[in-house]
């Protein structure tokens, strides 16, 4: 049995084939990809990684089981998965995630080559563990892969609060150690126990408050569209395959970037924190239903069109069209006088907060700060914005869309 200190759990033991796949180097790659991403150009402490949040996952997932009475070569397969589910993650995490989608159809959750191949399989195999069923867990197959792939599952439990520990923000807090202790299972579904409806509601407050204040700050939304926007330049015009990008770390990727000609100014601005800012910031009821349902060669279209409009190179405006808010805990099961409910027709808190997560949702269009509002006016123009308010000007003038605490 290891001992290993975190920051989050304190003391962390870990043995059987847990300890085995730390080792490994799929495993061990995950400590050179950040878990937030570009989020620590907004937290500079944000620095932690997928390695140490893989350990914490194995930490609740441990704890979970111990409380369920699982046992035996069923508890060692999801303890397992649970330090094995983000291997499949590229480079700075979710950030760069869709354009590998687009050209590989594959996400993070498709690890099916590393596990059941390679140093994976054979640490598995020596523990009388079938890959393949590993690999279904982590895919989210199976009853018990709701406790590492499901609406309840401590993968979620541990981001929170460790993303709110090295941010610094206070919104993250939940009780995890109550959420674990109240998991049950009820005709096949993980749900939890009589009495827990604030537990429940507590992990979706915890989420609302984390989206708009870290997961979608700005800055961190802009940086990831510049990331995403050389990366894919990188794809255009140079050797290097998608499927190999997937498997870089932040490291590599960032070196790549930098030191190709089409990804160039990308790599570099953000090197230096040199971003973009926004020309436009926008709310939902503002923003036509064509502009909402965009695919990616549609908002490239439009990227060119207010370039076009503003007299600016097309590399010079980025559309950023976040997906329609969606909220997958509401419908988390709890136990409400002896019978399994949805948390959505129970907690009145579940509407609010979904009404909140829509109010919060805005589109973006970034450009380089000579060029905010040229371009700003021009998307206004092509995009059939709202004129009130959706501008932000070059001098920081913000409209009804944006408050002063969130300029730089």
Do not use: C
């Given at each position: 049995?290891?001992?290993?200190?975190?920051?989050?759990?304190?003391?962390?033991?870990?043995?059987?084939?847990?300890?085995?796949?730390?080792?490994?180097?799929?495993?061990?790659?995950?400590r050179r990809i950040k878990q937030l991403g570009t989020v620590a150009l907004v937290y500079p402490s944000a620095n932690h990684t997928r390695f140490e949040h893989s350990l914490g996952v194995y930490h609740l997932a441990d704890r979970a089981l111990d409380h369920l009475g699982i046992a035996g070569q069923r508890a060692e397969r999801?303890?397992?998965?649970?330090?094995?589910?983000?291997?499949?993650?590229?480079?700075?995490?979710?950030?760069?995630?869709?354009?590998?989608?687009?050209?590989?159809?594959?996400?993070?959750?498709?690890?099916?080559?590393?596990?059941?191949?390679?140093?994976?399989?054979?640490?598995?195999?020596?523990?009388?563990?079938?890959?393949?069923?590993?690999?279904?867990?982590?895919?989210?197959?199976?009853?018990?892969?709701?406790?590492?792939?499901?609406?309840?599952?401590?993968?979620?439990?541990?981001?929170?609060?460790?993303?709110?520990?090295?941010?610094?923000?206070?919104?993250?807090?939940?009780?995890?150690?109550?959420?674990?202790?109240?998991?049950?299972?009820?005709?096949?579904?993980?749900?939890?126990?009589?009495?827990?409806?604030?537990?429940?509601?507590?992990?979706?407050?915890?989420?609302?408050?984390?989206?708009?204040?870290?997961?979608?700050?700005?800055?961190?939304?802009?940086?990831?569209?510049?990331?995403?926007?050389?990366?894919?330049?990188?794809?255009?015009?140079?050797?290097?395959?998608?499927?190999?990008?997937?498997?870089?770390?932040?490291?590599?990727?960032?070196?790549?970037?930098?030191?190709?000609?089409?990804?160039?100014?990308?790599?570099?601005?953000?090197?230096?924190?040199?971003?973009?800012?926004?020309?436009?910031?926008?709310?939902?009821?503002?923003?036509?239903?064509?502009?909402?349902?965009?695919?990616?060669?549609?908002?490239?279209?439009?990227?060119?069109?207010?370039?076009?409009?503003?007299?600016?190179?097309?590399?010079?405006?980025?559309?950023?069209?976040?997906?329609?808010?969606?909220?997958?805990?509401?419908?988390?099961?709890?136990?409400?006088?002896?019978?399994?409910?949805?948390?959505?027709?129970?907690?009145?808190?579940?509407?609010?907060?979904?009404?909140?997560?829509?109010?919060?949702?805005?589109?973006?269009?970034?450009?380089?700060?000579?060029?905010?509002?040229?371009?700003?006016?021009?998307?206004?123009?092509?995009?059939?914005?709202?004129?009130?308010?959706?501008?932000?000007?070059?001098?920081?003038?913000?409209?009804?869309?944006?408050?002063?605490?969130?300029?730089?």
């Open positions: 049995m290891t001992t290993i200190k975190d920051s989050v759990h304190d003391h962390i033991e870990v043995g059987g084939v847990a300890a085995a796949l730390l080792d490994t180097p799929p495993v061990q790659r995950l999801v303890r397992a998965a649970a330090v094995l589910h983000d291997v499949g993650h590229s480079p700075f995490s979710h950030n760069v995630e869709d354009v590998v989608h687009r050209r590989t159809g594959k996400e993070h959750d498709d690890v099916d080559e590393l596990v059941t191949a390679g140093s994976v399989a054979r640490v598995l195999d020596g523990h009388d563990i079938d890959p393949e069923a590993v690999a279904r867990l982590v895919r989210g197959d199976g009853e018990l892969a709701q406790l590492v792939a499901g609406e309840l599952d401590v993968d979620r439990m541990d981001y929170l609060v460790r993303d709110a520990h090295h941010t610094g923000v206070p919104y993250g807090t939940i009780d995890h150690g109550r959420l674990v202790r109240a998991l049950r299972f009820v005709d096949g579904d993980l749900v939890l126990g009589e009495g827990n409806v604030q537990t429940a509601e507590s992990l979706l407050l915890a989420r609302a408050l984390m989206n708009p204040t870290v997961y979608s700050h700005h800055v961190a939304r802009i940086s990831k569209s510049m990331l995403r926007r050389g990366t894919e330049a990188l794809l255009d015009t140079s050797e290097i395959s998608a499927e190999q990008l997937r498997r870089m770390d932040d490291h590599e990727l960032s070196v790549a970037l930098r030191t190709h000609d089409a990804s160039s100014p990308f790599g570099r601005r953000l090197a230096d924190r040199d971003l973009f800012k926004r020309a436009v910031w926008a709310e939902m009821g503002d923003v036509d239903d064509d502009v909402l349902e965009a695919d990616h060669d549609r908002v490239r279209a439009y990227e060119a069109d207010v370039a076009a409009d503003a007299g600016v190179e097309e590399a010079d405006v980025i559309l950023d069209v976040p997906g329609k808010p969606s909220m997958r805990e509401s419908t988390t099961g709890v136990v409400v006088n002896g019978e399994v409910r949805r948390l959505d027709e129970q907690s009145t808190l579940v509407n609010a907060l979904q009404v909140a997560q829509r109010e919060q949702w805005r589109l973006g269009v970034y450009a380089p700060e000579d060029a905010v509002e040229a371009v700003g006016k021009a998307a206004e123009r092509v995009l059939g914005l709202e004129t009130a308010g959706a501008l932000i000007s070059e001098v920081g003038t913000p409209g009804r869309y944006a408050s002063l605490t969130e300029f730089e």
